[in-house]
T-cell receptor, first 116, second 111 residues
Framework: GAGVSQSPRYKVTKRGQDVALRCDPISGHVSLYWYRQALGQGPEFLTYFNYEAQQDKSGLPNDRFSAERPEGSISTLTIQRTEQRDSAMYRC??????????????FGSGTQLSVL | QKEVEQDPGPLSVPEGAIVSLNCTYSNSAFQYFMWYRQYSRKGPELLMYTYSSGNKEDGRFTAQVDKSSKYISLFIRDSQPSDSATYLCAFYTSGTYKYIFGTGTRLKVLA
C-alpha cells in the first residue's frame, strides 16, 4: 500500500475486554515495530518483528500484551483484559530492511484506544 | 537519569525566526541520531538523519550532533507557520532494533 495502515482508527472498550489492533505495513518492508504514545509524550517501544520473527518484545508492559506477524506482513497487537492505564495511541511503524544501520521508520496514523 | 531529555515546550516564535531545538542523552552507545516531525493527529515522519558528530544541512534544516557532550540540535531557518508541529529527537544503536524517542518539543510559528 501507499503507507502504513492501522485499524481501527479509534477503539473504545470496557475494562476487562480484549482488543486487537491491526497494522498493515508498507508492502515489502521487512521490519515492523509497535510503539505506544501517550498524550504529550514520544513513542515508547513495545515490540519489533523481522519478517514473521518477533525479535524483541522487551517493551511489552506485561503478559496481557502480545503481538504476532504470522506471514511477515500484517501484524496484530492484542491486549487482553484491558485496563484503564492501557488507554493510549498505539502506533505501528515499518522500515525497509531492518538492517544493523538505523533507517527511516514509516509510521501509521495510529489506533487511539480508550478503556472505560 | 532519563536516557533522553527534551524540553516539551511549547515554543512560540514569529515567522522568519531561527528556531533551535535540542536533546541531551546519556547512552553513549547511541550511534544514529534522528529528528522526526509530528503534525497534530498524525504519525511522526523523518526529517533528518545523521550518523557522526558534526552538522548536516537539508534546505532550511540543520542537524547538529556533539557526541562528546551527548547533545543534538535541530535548527530551522526562516521558520514558517507550516513548521508548527511537535519535533521528536530519536536515537538508535546498531543491532538493538529499538529507536528511542524524546518526549517531543511543541513548536508554534506565528504568522
Amino acid at each position: 500500500g501507499a503507507g502504513v495502515s492501522q485499524s481501527p482508527r479509534y477503539k473504545v472498550t470496557k475494562r476487562g475486554q480484549d482488543v486487537a489492533l491491526r497494522c498493515d505495513p508498507i508492502s515489502g518492508h521487512v521490519s515492523l515495530y509497535w510503539y505506544r504514545q501517550a498524550l504529550g509524550q514520544g513513542p515508547e517501544f513495545l515490540t519489533y518483528f523481522n519478517y514473521e520473527a518477533q525479535q524483541d518484545k522487551s517493551g511489552l508492559p506485561n503478559d496481557r500484551f502480545s503481538a504476532e506477524r504470522p506471514e511477515g506482513s500484517i501484524s496484530t497487537l492484542t491486549i487482553q483484559r484491558t485496563e484503564q492505564r492501557d488507554s493510549a495511541m498505539y502506533r505501528c511503524a515499518s522500515s525497509l530492511t531492518g538492517g544493523p544501520l538505523g533507517e527511516k521508520l514509516f509510521f501509521g496514523s495510529g489506533t487511539q484506544l480508550s478503556v472505560l | 537519569q532519563k536516557e533522553v531529555e527534551q524540553d516539551p515546550g511549547p515554543l512560540s516564535v514569529p515567522e522568519g525566526a531561527i528556531v533551535s531545538l535540542n536533546c541531551t542523552y546519556s547512552n553513549s552507545a547511541f550511534q544514529y541520531f534522528m529528528w522526526y516531525r509530528q503534525y497534530s493527529r498524525k504519525g511522526p515522519e523523518l526529517l533528518m538523519y545523521t550518523y557522526s558528530s558534526g552538522n548536516k544541512e537539508d534546505g532550511r534544516f540543520t542537524a547538529q550532533v556533539d557526541k562528546s557532550s551527548k547533545y543534538i540540535s535541530l535548527f530551522i531557518r526562516d521558520s514558517q507557520p507550516s513548521d508548527s508541529a511537535t519535533y521528536l529527537c530519536a536515537f538508535y544503536t546498531s543491532g538493538t532494533y529499538k529507536y528511542i524517542f524524546g518526549t517531543g518539543t511543541r513548536l508554534k510559528v506565528l504568522a
